[in-house]
């Protein structure tokens, strides 16, 4: 028998299950008794049985036995017996779960003959070979456990095996040409077994419960700041509107019937009539701004825009009883700032807009200005912004300039439901006190002072302080945005909001930095983290 076919058939006779597992990562009771059945052999038609019981919380014996004693079409055959026992080691999990390596020994008998070229050659077509082999190896594999009956295993081993034969020259005549010996040196194992668990599945013994050690945790109260409002000896206000008002080619006299103006007209009229009709206003003034779009000349349009917002005060100042003294009003001519900011925020090109822009910046004459643009981006844009832009352009800007009394508290409770501008931020703080912080009251008195006096770090602050108070992050930090001054109070309640989102080392940061109003905070806070510190 030459080499390649001897290894080959060695092989064959050794192959032994490839196990395939589903590991058990979590030390779940696995059976102490296994059998198994090699696929590959049963492809083969091999009959085949194996039993695998543990010897200890890492190893166990596994020992298989193969028999074939079946003859094919056309005498041929591969009839053989084989046990192969092994002791194997598991080194990484309890026995049968996941990797484990092996030493086996094999004994077998085996009668072959009349097998096709290749794997096997010419040769062993040729003859018949009859004897028995034994020999040694090691194996590694691995099993996953589906669960505790069912697994799947896979192993591959090498090793030696003695062979003694003998070799006829055909499978149904001759005698033997006599009596062979042979040593081989090569795979030894390998195979496909699917596997069973015997015996009744253990209970699980739970998992000792560790008790951690239990830190209460100290919990702090902590206080928003509220800032009391300086009080506003003189309330000043005002009310204010844009007049898109329309005229007749060149005029000023101003048309109620003529296109959109009865509804221009009714808004100004609605704005004078409140402070007009309020007992606790006195009118200090209205004052009107005309301007025109940069159609025709500079000095035209100044002279046209100026006309026009005295035909609006005119007009105004008819609404009243008796003339007022204090009507101003002054023509502003074209309005080239607010042109710039309609073409900075339109949909233009980009290079359009940078060259109408270059051309305002630079072309200090205005009436050369628009003949430049025209000459620049062409007549078709320069239409595009006659129609689009210009319009907005013609108007007349007014305020109606008014002082208001001071309110007492009730007072002040009805005025803030309808005209909320008129109170000071004094008035609304006292408003406030009156009801029960953190009622629906409370809170809108602080959130309708930030909408009406946006711009003040008071109004802000407080109304981060209400919103706080309800637990409203959002708000608050919305709030904290806008002030400008961060002062105590400030760092005060962006520690308190800190706290609130979950960042204790932060607010502890920021409460240090509040001074006094968050010296009380602060205090807390410090409990708070020493607690969680044990003591």
Known sequence: MNTITRRLFVLFLLALPVVVSAQNQNEEPLPGWNL???????????????????????????????????????????????????????????????????????????????????????????????????????????????????????????????????????????????????????????????????????????????????????????????????????????????????????????????????????????????????????????????????????????????????????????????????????????????LRAMIEGSDMAAETKRVIMATISDTEDPDVRERHIISTVGVSTYRHMVDNFYPALRRSDYSVDYTVVPFTIEKGKEVIKTHPGDLSLNEMFLIAGTYEPGSDEFNEVFETAAREFPDSDVANLNAAASALGRRDTASAADYLSKVSERGDAWWNNNGMLLWLQGDAAASAESLSKAGAEGSANAVEMDKHLRSLKGY
């Open 36 to 338: 198994k059945t090699n696929l590959l052999y049963d492809v083969t038609t091999t009959l085949n049985l194996g039993v695998e019981f543990r010897t200890g919380g890492h190893t166990s014996v596994d020992i298989p036995f193969n028999y074939n004693p079946w003859e094919f079409k056309n005498e041929r055959k591969a009839k053989h017996f084989l046990v192969q026992p092994e002791f194997r080691w598991w080194p990484f999990s309890q026995t049968f779960d996941g990797h484990f390596f092996g030493l086996h020994g094999h004994y077998g008998i085996y009668n072959a003959e009349n097998w096709p070229s290749g794997p096997f050659s010419q040769y062993m077509k040729n003859h018949q070979f009859q004897g028995w082999l034994a020999g040694v190896g090691v194996s590694y594999g691995y099993r996953w456990n589906f669960n505790y009956r069912w697994a799947l295993e896979a192993t591959l081993g090498m090793g030696y095996a003695y062979m003694d034969f003998k070799r006829y020259q055909c499978g149904t005549c001759g005698a033997p040409d006599g009596k062979h010996k042979d040593n081989y040196f090569g795979p030894t194992k390998v195979g496909l077994n699917l596997i069973l668990g015997l015996g009744r599945k253990p209970e699980s013994t739970p998992a000792p419960v560790v008790q951690e050690p239990v830190i209460i945790a100290y919990h702090p109260t902590l206080t928003p700041s509220f800032v009391v409002p300086e009080t506003e000896a003189v309330k000043v206000r005002s009310e204010s509107g844009k007049a898109f008002l329309e005229f007749e080619l060149d005029g000023s006299r101003i048309i109620p019937g003529y296109r959109g103006n009865a509804a221009e007209l009714q808004k100004i009229e609605q704005t004078v009539e409140y402070v007009k009709t309020n007992p606790d206003a006195t009118i200090n003034g209205i004052t009107i701004t005309g301007w025109a779009s940069p159609e025709g000349t500079w000095a035209s349009n100044m002279r046209l825009s100026e006309a026009r917002a005295k035909s609006l005060a005119d007009y105004i100042g008819n609404l009243f009883d008796k003339p007022l003294d204090n009507v101003n009003f002054k023509g502003g001519g074209e309005d080239w700032a607010s």
